[in-house]
């Protein structure tokens, strides 16, 4: 499940109830009005959801094993942390393009990142 949460109300509701995937970090993109969300497993999928309709679609499948965080820079890009490989990788705002592992960052089964 995926839910919208109210600071506000203090209450939490299911914006989506149920999904094909284990969500494992979500951030929202205001540049496209998006929920850009992650999952855990294996050839795990990078996905939208629309933040007042709960409507999901897949952007990529990335090939990689157990993604666990998603964060977006400055710039617009996307940087998702995966357990296997132990990498983060860089994701244009579309997707389309495969994503970048950085270059001279060792990871051990990181997690939860922000910028």
């Known amino acids: 499940r995926i839910h919208k949460v109210d600071p506000v109300a ?4 299911p914006l989506v109830s149920q999904t094909i ?9 205001p540049t ?5 969300v992650v999952a855990w497993g ?3 999928g990078i996905h939208a ?5 709960g409507a999901m679609s897949l952007l990529t499948n ?3 094993t157990n993604l666990d965080g998603v964060t977006i820079d ?17 994701y244009d705002p579309s997707f389309a393009l495969p994503g970048i592992p ?3 960052v060792v990871l051990n089964n990181a997690a939860d990142i922000d910028y």
Do not use: K
């Open 32 to 36: 496209l009005d998006r929920l850009v």
């Open 62 to 64: 990335t090939g990689l």
């Open 49 to 53: 959801v629309d933040p007042v309709s």
């Open 42 to 44: 294996s050839n795990a």
């Open 21 to 29: 995937f284990t969500p494992n970090g979500i951030v929202y993109d």
């Open 74 to 90: 400055c710039n617009g890009q996307f940087w998702v942390t995966s357990w296997t490989p132990d990498q983060l990788t860089q």
């Open 102 to 104: 950085a270059v001279g």
């Open 10 to 13: 203090g209450t939490s509701t």
